[in-house]
Nanobody, 124 residues
Framework: QVHLVESGGGLVQAGDSLRLSCAASGGTVRDYNMGWFRQAPGKEREFVAAMHWSAATTYYGDSVKGRFAISRDNAKNTVYLQMNSLKPEDTAVYYC?????????????????WGQGTQVTVSS
């Protein structure tokens, strides 16, 4: 069973950048589809980005396309979310998740393993 720990959140201003990290243990990120989701107060959990276990394909939510990028460092067993041109509406708790199925799913219901989340706050 893979264990995920997010880090890198914080308080930034609009237009700034942040890089979130998701360190895995008890399993190898290469064996999982990895996803990033976020949840703002009073809202449902929203898909942000995902990477197929082969790393051949990445997916992004419409609201972050062109600004966010998911990547993976196999040597560090870590997945990253580079967030550029941040906006106040990006404010949320960001979660890393892993799914051991063959195909990537953009629904949080598909993911078996979750980190504890890291807060990102973007001020205007």
């Amino acid at each position: 069973q893979v264990h995920l720990v997010e880090s890198g959140g914080g308080l930034v201003q609009a237009g700034d950048s942040l890089r979130l990290s998701c360190a895995a243990s008890g399993g190898t990120v290469r064996d999982y589809n990895m996803g990033w989701f976020r949840q703002a107060p009073g809202k449902e959990r929203e898909f942000v980005a995902a990477m197929h276990w082969s790393a051949a394909t990445t997916y992004y939510g419409d609201s972050v396309k062109g600004r966010f990028a998911i990547s993976r460092d196999n040597a560090k067993n870590t997945v990253y979310l580079q967030m550029n041109s941040l906006k106040p509406e990006d404010t949320a708790v960001y979660y890393c998740a892993a799914d051991d199925s063959h195909y990537v799913d953009l629904s949080p219901l598909q993911y078996n393993y979750w980190g504890q989340g890291t807060q990102v706050t973007v001020s205007s």
